[in-house]
């Protein structure tokens, strides 16, 4: 809901009545998941909370909500200023006999798939097969270690435009299927999902919001996370059993063997927790935690800030424990938290340093180095290798540029 459209709200006083949108509800450990799925917001209330939720839509007066929640809990809730933040959440239908201005929710990708083409995706037979796939690939990996690819499988042209260009679009191609799979069993568990790109610290990513996997069971919100990176390995297991099926050194087995390459390539990234990859959301709804990186981001710099105070003259000084952002969560979400932190300062600045040592010098003398290679001096293949290196490189570098400013603005 936006600013101009606040002043609208009606006044919410004892007496009020409120209609709420369909909201979705799960327990989870000691509190409750409430959401709405066609805008994606979704917050995590006390017990307290959600039975405030239900007696609120099930037509009880704000007064009589507060009397029955005081009846049964023994304590007092202040039900005009909760009703006041499910306005603001987009909760709330109608006040008494008048409408509350909605927001219109974001679109989701591929509207024409419905959860029922997709239900088998998150049949539990379908991990079964992941693995014995990936079992397949090991056995023969294993008896021919050979097939193991390396670096110099993706020269697998003497033409270098040839080479990029065509890693250019395998690599996009299998970085559409990766989140075509978070969209898929995310959809066939009854969430929109929405792809975009995105950036994470240096990388151009390709991105799949699935908010509202966290009202669906474990196992289906599991299997949403780890979808992309368990299409990659069926891929990379698919590739490498073909491979050991073709003679060496035909331009179909270094064909295979490099896009076998691509589809591993992912796989060590999906590590990095620290960028918010899928092994993130994995470990963040293993630990229980509702914002593992806000919080450890926040826990962070208030360690940061810690450390500079000294440094830092006519700095307020306050008690350890009200500065500490973490004292606020449950004792599990703090330890996570706090160790997260470490791994996530620790990760962006190995990253950071990683780009201005390596990559970016790298980009730089390529894209120089292209741009010498244009002219008429070179002939026709120099000048393709050459325009190949700037529209696939330096394409890519305008597209996160791109990318961040516009994602920086929507936040």
Partial sequence: MTDATAHDVPRIGPSTRVVLHDLAVRRDRDEWIVGRMSTRTFVALPAAGARAVELLGGGRSVARTAELLREETGEEFEITEFVADLTALGFVARIGDRPVPDSVPARASLPWLRPHHVRLSLHPALPVLVALLLAAAVVVLVRRPDLLPG???????????????????AGWTLLLAHELAHLVTARAAGVPG??????????????????????APRRHRLTAYLAGIALNLSVASCLLLVLAATDAGTTAHRLLAAALLLALLPLPFQCMVFTRTDLYFVLQDLTGCRD????????????????????RPGAVRRADRAD?????????????VRLYSVV??????ACLAFMAAVTLPLDIALLVGAARGLGPEH???????ALAVLVVLGGVNVLWLVTWWRNRRSR
């Fill in 194 to 215: 929405r792809m975009r790109l995105g950036t994470r610290l240096q990388f151009l990513v390709m991105q799949t919001d699935i908010s509202g996997i966290e009202l």
């Fill in 292 to 311: 593992l990186y806000g919080d450890g981001l926040a826990y962070a710099r208030y360690r940061f800030r810690r450390l500079t105070r000294p440094l």
């Fill in 324 to 336: 500490d952002p973490s004292r606020r969560l449950p004792p599990h979400e703090r330890r996570a």
């Fill in 151 to 169: 670096h110099r499988d993706l020269l697998w042209s003497p033409h270098g435009s040839v080479v990029l260009l065509s890693g250019a679009a």
């Fill in 379 to 385: 002939g026709l293949a120099g000048n393709a290798d």
């Fill in 344 to 349: 996530l300062v620790a990760g962006t600045a």
